[in-house]
């Protein structure tokens, strides 16, 4: 009885926010924050990544963990999906007027968003309304697009990095990989999953992991992205071993559209 009472509060919960997250565009209760990502040879901020965030009046903040796989699961992440893609590629068009410099955005892309055929005449429409070059949007994928076997997926990646755009593949080393997916894809970037970077330096497993990862990505002329970047020892370690980009706390946390605008003049002019 308890059991079931549970699973009553818990898919109640869920259909309430998702009446709600139905709402929630059209409501403008939606946002994009940005957060920096580093070139670590150089200290140079060179793109950001888009992350939604929704501020809710009836719920107040919701957490992406919480409402994206409720997007996912009702079909929302396609218009959801649609208006981040428009608001990144325009963002990252004013942070090249600002600063001079082509800078890139990367924006996650649910398994979900391939099942919708329409999905690359939505990324070239953002890019050629916004007038952003292709190759200054990068699209993170996770390894569930490639292990849930979506049809026709790989078709519609050949179709987009026609578009010249860049592909990273997410949270590498936390799905099930085969490493042959990595042959398989035209991904250009690797990012490594912040829990492996939470444990270097003092752990000297997590620290062989990383280090594997970057060679290993690196001999597949990939780039690395390291991920959840919190202190200097990690810093230092990642830019030791060689690590491309990072991404985390120690540099900043994801900010909203006119603070990071801000951030970027802060760290290019001063
Ligand atoms: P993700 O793609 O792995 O994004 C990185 C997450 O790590 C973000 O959480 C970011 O705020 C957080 N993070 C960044 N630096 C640090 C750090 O130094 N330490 C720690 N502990 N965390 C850090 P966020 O924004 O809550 O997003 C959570 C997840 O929700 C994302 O994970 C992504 O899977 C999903 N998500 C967010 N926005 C979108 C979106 O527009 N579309 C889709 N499909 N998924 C999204
Ligand atoms: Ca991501
Ligand atoms: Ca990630
Ligand atoms: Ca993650």
């Given at each position: 009885k308890f059991f079931t009472n549970s699973m009553n509060e818990a898919a109640q919960r869920?259909?309430?926010?998702?009446?709600?997250?139905?709402?929630?565009?059209?409501?403008?209760?939606?946002?994009?924050?940005?957060?920096?990502?580093?070139?670590?040879a150089s200290g140079v901020v060179v793109g950001a990544e888009a992350l939604m965030r929704w501020n809710s009046p009836e719920l107040g903040m919701v957490r992406p963990d919480h409402f994206i796989p409720v997007a996912e699961e009702s079909g929302?992440?396609?218009?959801?999906?649609?208006?981040?893609?428009?608001?990144?590629?325009?963002?990252?068009?004013?942070?090249?007027?600002?600063?001079?410099?082509?800078?890139?955005?990367?924006?996650?892309?649910?398994?979900?968003?391939?099942?919708?055929?329409?999905?690359?005449?939505?990324?070239?429409?953002?890019?050629?309304?916004?007038?952003?070059?292709?190759?200054?949007?990068?699209?993170?994928?996770?390894?569930?697009?490639?292990?849930?076997?979506?049809?026709?997926?790989?078709?519609?990646?050949?179709?987009?990095?026609?578009?010249?755009?860049?592909?990273?593949?997410?949270?590498?080393g936390t799905g099930y990989s085969s490493l042959s997916y990595l042959k398989r894809f035209p991904f250009s970037v690797l990012k490594i999953d912040k829990s492996f970077i939470t444990d270097i330096p003092h752990d000297p497993e997590a620290v062989s992991l990383v280090r594997t990862i970057i060679a290993m990505a690196h001999g597949l002329h990939l780039r690395v992205i390291a991920e959840g970047v919190e202190t200097l020892q990690q810093l230092e370690f990642l830019y030791q071993e060689g690590c491309d980009y990072a991404q985390g706390y120690w540099f900043s946390p994801p900010l909203a559209g006119d603070r990071f605008q801000w951030y970027l003049t802060e760290q290019m002019f001063h």
């Open positions: 869920r259909i309430r926010l998702e009446n709600h997250l139905r709402h929630a565009l059209a409501n403008q209760e939606l946002s994009v924050y940005y957060q920096p990502f580093i070139h670590l929302l992440i396609n218009p959801l999906g649609e208006w981040i893609t428009t608001q990144a590629c325009h963002a990252a068009m004013t942070w090249r007027e600002i600063t001079g410099y082509e800078l890139w955005v990367a924006v996650n892309m649910s398994p979900r968003q391939f099942r919708d055929h329409g999905l690359v005449d939505t990324i070239g429409n953002a890019l050629s309304d916004s007038g952003l070059p292709g190759h200054c949007l990068e699209l993170e994928i996770t390894e569930r697009l490639l292990m849930e076997d979506v049809p026709g997926a790989s078709e519609m990646i050949q179709e987009l990095t026609r578009l010249e755009l860049r592909l990273s593949i997410d949270d590498f």
